[in-house]
């Protein structure tokens, strides 16, 4: 899933979305190769001039979620115990 279609499933998450508000946010989404993608399209379904997710969209948009989160987390504490490392370095050398 790229992140196009991960920030298009997102919008719909949400709550339903009209077609003017995706227009709004994917001018050209009608003619989009990544978002008129076949595989993509059964993610999501279009009724009375609103998007809503289907359960295979939910699914989709949830474990790229949690993939985000077990991504990003670790890094965050990484580069945080290497902030607080140099911090320390940078207090022991300095004369106060």
């Known amino acids: 899933m790229t992140l196009k279609q991960y920030k298009f499933l997102k919008m719909i998450y949400r709550h339903g979305v009209s077609h003017s508000r995706i227009e709004k946010h994917f001018p050209a ?3 989009d190769p990544e978002l008129c993608d076949s595989s993509f399209q059964t993610l999501f379904y ?8 289907s359960v295979q969209g939910k699914e ?13 987390f670790p890094v965050f504490i990484s580069l945080l115990a290497f902030a607080l490392s140099v911090f320390s370095i940078v207090l022991q050398y300095a004369n106060f």
């Open 29 to 31: 989404y009608r003619n």
């Open 46 to 53: 279009s009724r009375d001039g609103m998007f809503f997710i």
């Open 60 to 72: 989709a948009y949830e474990k790229r979620r949690i993939e985000n989160f077990r991504f990003r």
